[in-house]
């Protein structure tokens, strides 16, 4: 069986973390035929800002005993309306149906979920895809500099060296309310 595991990321392997999870990202950025940044994205404060967050739980995901990815999630265990902030696959681990395993994962992981959220620039469509047709969310919000976040949690628009200059969508999947059944 290929089960899916969740291993805590302790304050130790942080770093190891965000090397891997930043290596993940600047793919979509070269796959834009960009150029990478010179600066890690995302940052290392964005992280890191995530990952010491009260409500913040980081783990490195595992199939079948193998390393394959990561995430971090924000849980609010009063509201039940949970963030996916960060989620990657390893590259060498793409493109074989492991990210959907991983979502699916995560939601038995969290069954008292009630709302999901999360967010990608407009560049990565792969992401868009993977969201909204493979895991069932919503797009809630486009954020850009005609309409800013108004939380503040994307970051500057007006630097175009991550992608954000072209906006940011922020997902919404609804959970099936097991408590209110419809009749």
Same mark, same amino acid.
């Given at each position: 069986?290929?089960?899916?595991?969740?291993? /805590?990321?302790?304050?130790?392997?942080?770093?190891?973390?965000?090397? !891997?999870?930043?290596?993940?990202?600047?793919?979509?950025?070269?796959?834009? +035929?960009?150029?990478?940044?010179?600066?890690?994205? /995302?940052?290392?404060?964005?992280?890191? !800002? +995530?990952?010491?967050?009260?409500?913040?739980?980081?783990?490195?995901?595992?199939?079948?005993?193998? !390393?394959? $990815?990561?995430?971090?999630?924000?849980?609010? *265990?009063?509201?039940?309306?949970?963030? %996916?902030?960060?989620?990657?696959?390893?590259?060498? &681990?793409?493109?074989?149906?492991? $990210?959907?395993?991983?979502? !699916?994962?995560?939601?038995? #992981?969290?069954?008292?979920?009630?709302?999901?959220?999360? $967010?990608?620039?407009?560049?990565?469509?792969? +992401?868009?895809?993977?969201?909204?047709? #493979?895991?069932?969310?919503?797009?809630?919000?486009?954020?850009?500099? *005609?309409?800013?976040?108004?939380?503040?949690?994307?970051?500057? %628009?007006?630097?175009?060296?991550?992608?954000?200059?072209?906006?940011?969508?922020?997902?919404?999947?609804?959970? #099936?309310?097991?408590? &209110?059944?419809?009749?």
């Amino acid at each position: 069986m290929n089960e899916i595991t969740f291993e /805590p990321v302790i304050e130790l392997a942080l770093d190891e973390f965000k090397k !891997r999870l930043q290596t993940a990202f600047s793919l979509a950025i070269i796959a834009m +035929n960009e150029k990478a940044s010179d600066e890690p994205i /995302p940052s290392d404060q964005d992280i890191e !800002r +995530n990952y010491y967050n009260k409500e913040a739980e980081t783990y490195n995901v595992y199939k079948s005993g193998q !390393r394959v $990815g990561g995430i971090i999630v924000s849980i609010n *265990h009063l509201s039940n309306h949970n963030h %996916l902030d960060f989620f990657f696959i390893d590259p060498e &681990h793409h493109s074989k149906g492991i $990210g959907f395993e991983v979502w !699916r994962a995560i939601e038995e #992981k969290y069954p008292e979920t009630e709302i999901w959220q999360t $967010g990608t620039p407009y560049f990565e469509k792969r +992401n868009i895809h993977f969201y909204v047709n #493979k895991c069932g969310f919503q797009i809630n919000a486009f954020f850009c500099e *005609h309409h800013p976040d108004p939380h503040g949690q994307q970051e500057d %628009l007006s630097d175009n060296s991550d992608g954000f200059d072209d906006g940011f969508f922020n997902f919404i999947k609804i959970m #099936k309310n097991k408590t &209110h059944k419809a009749d």
